[in-house]
């Protein structure tokens, strides 16, 4: 009873419990409905795909937990991508250099060129970088040494600056 109210406070408590408490499925829901990032403490769950997509599926958040095998799905990490392109931080190394998932990410969010893999296709596109710097001028710093030298770039990028910058600079 006591491990349930606490769980109830703070799903991440779970860490606390003994290993035979963490096993219990009252437990583990209401772990997960309280924090579902509290499945980082559940190996029975982490290393389950089909509870995982299921988790996954309700708090897309717990991708980040996701076995490598299955951040380096790209039908996932493209699903996921699209709901919350912060996540692209988390996707798998091979697809640390997927044009598709990072023109998705950059459209919301520049600065996500910093997952891309340095050196690579990504940091390399015009097109992404046109993409992301339109978003916001600091994903200028993650492009590749060849798009930092291009001048349409280095314009776009200074056209961008927010009006602190610009009371900073004058």
């Known amino acids: 009873k006591i491990a349930l109210i ?28 309280e924090n579902p990032l509290s499945v980082k403490y559940m190996p029975e769950i ?12 309700s708090n897309e958040y717990a991708y980040k937990y996701a076995s490598d095998e299955m951040r380096s799905n790209k039908n996932l990490a493209l699903k996921i991508v699209k709901r919350k392109a912060s996540l692209i931080e988390y996707v798998g190394e091979n697809l640390k250099d997927d044009k598709d998932l990072f023109t998705i990410a950059v459209q919301k969010r520049g600065e996500y060129l910093e997952y891309a893999k340095k050196n690579g296709e990504v940091v390399n596109d015009k097109m992404i970088a046109e993409i992301a710097i339109s978003n916001s001028n600091m994903a200028y710093v993650y492009l590749s040494k060849r798009l930092k030298e291009d001048e349409g770039l280095i314009l776009k990028a200074l056209s961008k600056e927010t009006e602190v910058e610009k009371k900073l600079i004058f």
């Open 6 to 33: 606490v769980v109830e406070a703070n799903g991440l408590y779970i860490s606390d419990l003994p290993s035979e408490l963490k096993q219990d499925p009252e437990i583990i829901k209401k772990a997960l409905a």
């Open 46 to 57: 982490l290393n389950n795909d089909k509870k995982m997509m299921d988790l996954i599926n």
